[in-house]
């Protein structure tokens, strides 16, 4: 866990987050979903908005992505800005974001990568994600984690335990949202976990997606993360990681199928990449710059340079097995940015 708290913090840590000016538009209408459906890789955008933006900037991203046809929208889910920023005006509640975001979109998938289940109690939480995915029509997809970012947990007063127990919170709250949404309607279901009790719950509301939005588990641990995936997981994630790093945790997950008997294809494997793309070194340059990054380090370990040169590093890990790539995009004011990988970018892979 102490590498996915590193791996992290780099990641989102770079440089200067840029919301959206006061005022600024999307330039929504008359713009063209360009992106093919034909792809063998799908591009999903993923944003930090602690390190600084409203409610508003992330509309504008969220509406940006689905014109452009993304396949979904996510966000992050933390409380407390990273590095040197201001992260100002403050942290926003990611469920409450995307419960908004249902209502303001109307094709793109929606969720978060990952949501900490030491954050919310597991009963109230399902509450929460089945009315995302009803005021959604059925786009919710939801990302779980053991959580990582004690700092934050400390600057709101939330417990924060051992490494150990937050996993056990984490395989008792996935095994719970099966149990709560698998029961019956009018039935009660008593759930008994390592770290949680839930007795004679009615398991309301369920979601739309039956029987459940779609599930992701991810991150870099070697052993637990792998199992609660093979348990529980309709989507594999590795964030922030070389090609090698990712294919090792996907034969861990696929080992960790194989101990229980399940067809490991029926898990989609994904990785998160920071995004800086470019049509000259200029450009690519002014990118860099304004999430504080080095060119050369970006072009090393995210999706970075000129659109062939992108194209280039997400096939790579295509050839290992990744089948979705969720592009984190730091400076949220670029929806330009956005626009280019949908036009250049996907068409080429």
């Not at 509450?127 to 029509?137: F, K, L, N, P, R």
């Not at 996935?174 to 949404?181: I, M, T, Y």
């Not at 029926?266 to 990449?273: K, M, Y």
């Not at 062939?308 to 089948?323: F, L, P, Q």
Request: net charge negative; hydrophobic share 40%; charged share 25%.
């Amino acid at each position: 866990m102490a590498d996915d708290a590193a791996t992290a913090m780099a990641a989102v840590c770079g440089g200067a987050h840029s919301p959206l000016a006061a005022g600024a538009t999307t330039r929504r209408a008359g713009r063209l979903v360009v992106m093919s459906s034909e792809s063998t890789v799908s591009l999903r955008v993923f944003v930090e908005p602690q390190q600084g933006a409203t409610y508003a900037d992330q509309l504008a991203v969220a509406r940006a992505a689905e014109d452009l046809g993304y396949e979904a929208f996510f966000r992050s889910d933390h409380y407390l800005k990273m590095g040197d920023v201001s992260g100002l005006p403050g942290p926003t509640d990611a469920w409450l974001t995307l419960a908004g975001l249902a209502r303001e979109t109307s094709r793109i998938r929606l969720g978060t990568l990952l949501t900490s289940v030491t954050f919310r109690h597991p009963g109230p939480l399902a509450i929460s994600m089945s009315q995302v995915d009803h005021m959604s029509g059925g786009r919710l997809d939801i990302g779980l984690g053991a959580g990582w970012y004690a700092d934050e947990h400390t600057a709101y007063g939330i417990p924060f335990p051992p490494l150990g127990e937050r996993f056990d919170l984490l395989e008792d709250t996935l095994g719970a949202l099966r149990e709560l949404w698998d029961t019956p309607e009018g039935e009660t279901v008593t759930v008994r976990g390592k770290r949680l009790a839930m007795v004679d719950s009615p398991g309301l509301p369920k979601p739309v997606q039956r029987p459940r939005p779609p599930m992701i588990i991810g991150g870099h641990g070697t052993r637990r993360t792998p199992d609660l995936a093979a348990r529980f997981a309709d989507e594999f994630n590795v964030p922030f990681a070389d090609v090698d790093t990712v294919a090792a945790q996907y034969r861990r997950v696929d080992e960790a199928c194989a101990t229980h008997g399940r067809d490991p294809r029926e898990i989609v494997r994904s990785a998160a990449l920071v995004l800086c793309c470019g049509r000259n070194p200029a450009e690519i340059a002014r990118r860099a710059d304004a999430i504080g990054r080095d060119v050369d380090e970006l072009r090393a370990n995210g999706a970075a340079g000129t659109p062939a040169e992108v194209a280039d590093a997400i096939g790579r890990y295509a050839a290992v097995g990744t089948r979705r790539v969720y592009l984190q995009v730091l400076d949220m004011s670029d929806l330009d940015h956005l626009e280019l990988v949908a036009s250049e970018v996907a068409r080429q892979l």
